[in-house]
């Protein structure tokens, strides 16, 4: 099987050697994002919602660039710099899918430090 690069304008361009995604066959393996505006190139990170949000967006938008959604995506990975926000990220992440039988299997861990000084990343996995 082939790999195919997934880039789109809609999502933050990488800042390093890596792509935004990568599909082999039915599966989409989509880089950690943080919450920079494709838009602007700027953060998106007034509060952890509002970053959070951006990050969901930004995933959103590789999802759609290769012609699938939240409901295909079956692992997610959340690093996150503080556990004590563990719930208000949760609040927002939660919002993104279907119902609670379309939640992906997932794991959360606390680092001490993400690209640009951000507060959460999030990469996922997805099956079409």
Do not use: W
Request: proline residues 5%; negative net charge.
């Amino acid at each position: 099987m082939e790999k195919q690069i997934i880039n789109t304008p809609s999502a933050p361009a990488p800042i390093g050697p890596y792509n935004q995604g990568v599909r082999i066959g039915d599966m989409l393996f989509i880089s950690g994002q943080i919450c920079i505006d494709p838009a602007t190139g700027k953060l998106n990170n007034q509060d952890i919602q509002q970053e959070t949000h951006q990050v969901m967006h930004n995933l959103r938008a590789i999802l759609e660039a290769s012609d699938m959604s939240f409901h295909h995506v079956v692992k997610t990975t959340i690093f996150i710099t503080d556990m004590n926000r563990f719930s208000e990220v949760n609040e927002v992440y939660g919002k993104y899918f279907d119902s609670n039988s379309a939640f992906p299997a997932r794991e959360t861990v606390q680092v001490s430090a993400l690209p640009k000084f951000v507060n959460v990343e999030i990469s996922m996995i997805a099956i079409k």
